[in-house]
């Protein structure tokens, strides 16, 4: 059946609806590699994908030092703000399926724990912009990097219903920060977060593809 309550969606941007891998793991290798910490391989680094930036780097130098923290955040953006963020793709599928939300009459919007200010040229060089009614993120400084509290910004900035709303994102930080707001949540499986993380974090649904996004929302086929 389709869902004809929902009317407004949140999707989340890394792992969701492009690939950042390779800018952000090459951003957070140059980080390490400035604090004069040992570099781990790429595979090493694939769960540092969707997680707020300085929560990561306390796990990566296992530090709570917010001096040392703030210092690899720096050394990150100093590489991703100029060569990571393009070193990104748009996953197959996932244009044609914003496209698709926005024709049947969907608000979009993008829910990112990454940098606004990023989120903005990323979505800008892939011209995804179009099809979002408002694009949120966090600050530079590390403010509404937490999922729960984006979101309530953005339902009290948009006066949107959080029984009209879904959250869909591929890790757990997706899910839990919009079930603390009462969205409902559709878990991607093709981003980061596996299928027991997002199961465990409470998704309602789970999808596999863009695809299965647009024909649960358009049409009401659940992914098998």
């Not at 391989?41 to 707020?52: A, F, M, N, T, V």
């Not at 917010?66 to 991703?80: A, G, H, N």
Request: glycine share 10%.
């Amino acid at each position: 059946m389709q869902p004809t309550d929902l009317s407004h969606l949140l999707f989340d941007l890394d792992g969701t609806l492009t690939n950042p891998k390779e800018g952000i793991i090459r951003s957070i290798q140059h980080a390490l590699r400035g604090m004069g910490r040992p570099v781990p391989d790429s595979k090493d680094l694939e769960w540092c994908i969707g997680p707020p930036l300085r929560e990561l780097f306390s796990k990566l130098l296992d530090s709570k030092d917010d001096t040392v923290i703030e210092q690899t955040v720096v050394l990150f953006r100093e590489r991703f703000a100029t060569i990571g963020k393009y070193e990104n793709q748009v996953y197959p599928g996932a244009a044609e399926m914003l496209m698709q939300l926005t024709q049947e009459g969907y608000s979009l919007f993008l829910a990112t724990s990454k940098a606004v200010v990023y989120t903005h040229d990323i979505l800008e060089h892939f011209d995804l912009s179009q099809y979002f009614d408002g694009i949120y993120g966090s600050e530079l400084d590390g403010r509404l990097s937490d999922k729960g509290e984006l979101i309530d910004v953005i339902l009290h900035q948009e006066a949107i219903l959080p029984e009209r709303a879904m959250m869909i994102g591929d890790r757990r930080h997706d899910i839990e920060g919009a079930k603390q707001n009462g969205l409902r949540t559709g878990g991607v499986t093709y981003g980061y977060g596996s299928v027991e993380e997002l199961t465990n974090a409470g998704a309602d649904i789970l999808f596999h593809s863009p695809a299965d996004i647009a024909r649960f929302l358009i049409e009401g086929n659940v992914p098998l």
